[in-house]
Nanobody
Framework: QGQLVESGGRLVQAGDSLTLSCAGS????????MAWFRQAPGKKREFVAG????????HYADSVKGRFTISRDNAKNTVALQMNSLKPEDTAVYYC?????????????????WGQGTQVTVSS
């Protein structure tokens, strides 16, 4: 039974950088599209970034384009999210997820595997 575990979330100040990581275990996720979602208090879970199984194509939400970079290392069964120029509105619990869909799905219902989330808090 596969699972995903996020790490790296913490309290930072506006303008700081932070890298989140997601480690897969129990199975290999190199055949899956991987994504990061986030959910702020009182808000719906929203798509942040996604990456194809080969790592060749990436897709980002408009709110993070130019600031966040998603990457994956299939040999290590991990995916990362590099976040630069963080803003208070980036504050949320960040989740990694995996799906067999190959068309950059942004609907959380499509994803088969989820991590428990890691908290990112950005103060002004």
């Amino acid at each position: 039974q596969g699972q995903l575990v996020e790490s790296g979330g913490r309290l930072v100040q506006a303008g700081d950088s932070l890298t989140l990581s997601c480690a897969g275990s129990g199975r290999t996720f190199n055949n899956y599209f991987m994504a990061w979602f986030r959910q702020a208090p009182g808000k719906k879970r929203e798509f942040v970034a996604g990456i194809t199984s080969s790592g060749e194509l990436m897709h980002y939400a408009d709110s993070v384009k130019g600031r966040f970079t998603i990457s994956r290392d299939n040999a290590k069964n991990t995916v990362a999210l590099q976040m630069n120029s963080l803003k208070p509105e980036d504050t949320a619990v960040y989740y990694c997820a995996a799906t067999s869909n190959r068309l950059f799905p942004t609907n959380p219902a499509i994803y088969l595997y989820w991590g428990q989330g890691t908290q990112v808090t950005v103060s002004s």
